[in-house]
């Protein structure tokens, strides 16, 4: 069993930064993919980027990409979401999710799932 705890979320500026940090419970972290999702009022769940189990292999959303940074750091069991020059049309509520591969989070699919962090970002 694994439990997600996320946070860091808040309101940011357009044009800001801002760090989400998703720990998660138990010794098994390093063996499970990790990945952010959100997902805006009224729309569906996206996903975001994803990381494989040793950090050496990341996925991103074409939307976020070059501005977005998943990182995770298994001594702490904890993975981040950078995230440089959020737009308006990001906010959201963002959610981790741990995998067995970073492929099955790339088609949405999860063992387990965090509350979620209300990301804000005003233009």
């Known amino acids: 069993q694994v439990q997600l705890v996320e946070s860091g979320g808040g309101l940011v500026q357009a044009g800001g930064s801002l760090r989400l940090s998703c720990a998660a419970s138990?010794?098994?972290?390093?063996?499970?993919?990790m990945g952010w999702f959100r997902q805006a009022q009224g729309k569906e769940r996206e996903f975001v980027a994803a990381?494989?189990?040793?950090?050496?292999?990341?996925s991103y959303a074409d939307s976020v990409k070059g501005r977005v940074t998943i990182s995770r750091d298994n001594a702490k069991n904890t993975v981040y979401l950078q995230m440089n020059s959020p737009k308006a049309e990001e906010t959201a509520v963002y959610s981790c999710?741990?995998?067995?591969?970073?492929?099955?989070?790339?088609?949405?699919?999860?063992?387990?799932w965090g509350q979620g962090t209300q990301v804000t970002v005003s233009s």
């Open positions: 999710a741990a995998a067995g591969s970073r492929w099955d989070l790339l088609w949405g699919k999860y063992d387990y």
């Open positions: 990381i494989n189990e040793s950090g050496g292999g990341t």
């Open positions: 138990g010794r098994t972290f390093s063996s499970y993919a």
